[in-house]
């Protein structure tokens, strides 16, 4: 930790980005995480008007973001658009007409602790509230974490309920962050899924393989070619400087062992609502065989307000892409609305 903070500071007089710390392994560089804005604001060079602002904008949702990011975020500037995902402003605090604490009605479609029922042939697991980074426009930032299963023997309801209802094929396994459990636990929790005959397909909701590529491992790999459910990896970059030489690694090694990777996005402002950038995130997920999928419409959670994107501006953007890219490489722009069968694409 030391040696990180020295190099850091050694990188600022260079005008560089502080260099990533190495690991022994992925559980330690997310027990590493730096917690503390006026740390994340030393080791970035910004001044401490800005740590104040982001203690003060926390709250509930404190500041949460990996060594392992740092490096990527470019030193001395409070608007870049990485940052501006994960460090808390005082425009969290702002009360929002129209923003609410649950804004997809999680609550209401949570059929058994821990396993949310939305849309028909599908179901979701919220697996754990851990997660490697808190982004500040999480929409389950304000979930009741506290009512999900807390241990493996307390998912049975969860099993007996998907067993009982023959149309669901699918299952999400979300939280939080399902990669933040270690691979054992996550292994016996496919096994168990794996033995309900109409489960066809488990799907992997995740942003530890950008966060923390080393979180991409031999064992990971394994159990997930190992079940007889056919896997999908959903992960959650939203601008193209996120992606770094061993986050591509990572996800080279994920396509190579013949796990389907897709990419969601969240429209953000100050962050991808630029047609050049976000061209430039799909084209660079498409040559990482990662298929862009999904460009979310902000969830109007509160405490996001700051983030929203105009709808119009969003079919705009989607129609600039399209003359641009070829069509597989352009994402569904979608809204999730409470209640609703399925997400609502809007372009
Ligand atoms: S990783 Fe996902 S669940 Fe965790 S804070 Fe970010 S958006 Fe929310």
New binding site residues.
């Given amino acids: 930790m030391v040696r990180f903070a020295v190099m850091a500071s050694l990188a600022f007089q260079a005008g560089a980005a502080p260099p990533a710390p190495s690991y022994a392994d992925w559980q330690a560089a997310l027990a590493d995480a730096v917690r503390d804005p006026a740390e994340l604001c030393r080791l970035l060079g910004l001044a401490p008007s800005v740590a104040v602002a982001a203690e003060g904008g926390a709250g509930s949702f404190p500041l949460l973001v990996p060594r392992t990011y740092l490096g990527r975020i470019r030193p001395g500037n409070p608007e870049d658009p990485l940052l501006v995902q994960v460090l808390p402003q005082a425009a969290e605090l702002a009360e929002v007409p129209g923003y609410r604490t649950d804004p997809l009605g999680e609550a209401g479609a949570t059929c058994r602790p821990g396993l949310l029922w939305k849309y028909r042939g599908r179901s979701l697991m919220v697996t754990t509230p851990r997660?490697a980074?808190?982004?500040r426009f999480?929409f389950?930032r304000h979930f009741p974490y506290h009512a999900s299963p807390q241990v493996p023997a307390e998912w049975e309801p969860a099993f007996e309920r998907i067993a009982a209802e023959q149309s669901i094929h699918e299952i999400i396994l979300s939280?939080?962050?399902p990669l933040a459990l270690p691979d054992e636990q996550l292994a016996q929790l496919a096994r168990r899924l794996a033995e309900i005959p109409h489960l066809r397909r488990l799907r992997l909701h995740t942003?530890l393989p950008v966060m923390i590529p080393q979180r991409v491992t031999d064992p990971l790999v394994a159990w997930i070619r190992g079940t007889r459910l056919s896997p999908v990896m959903v992960i959650?970059v939203n601008h193209p400087a996120e992606i770094d030489q061993p986050v591509a690694a990572a996800l080279g090694r994920l396509v190579e062992a013949g796990i389907p990777v897709l990419n969601q996005a969240v429209l953000l402002r100050g962050v991808n609502d630029r047609v050049e950038v976000l061209a430039e995130l799909c084209e660079h997920l498409v040559d990482l065989r990662v298929m862009p999928y999904y460009l979310h419409q902000l969830d109007r959670v509160t405490g996001t307000a700051h983030f929203e994107v105009p709808e119009a501006t969003g079919v705009k953007l989607i129609e600039q892409l399209r003359a641009r890219l070829p069509g597989y490489a352009v994402p569904r722009y979608v809204r999730e609305t409470p209640g609703g069968a399925g997400k609502d694409v809007l372009a």
């Fill in positions: 997660c980074v808190h982004c999480c389950r939280g939080g962050d942003r959650h």
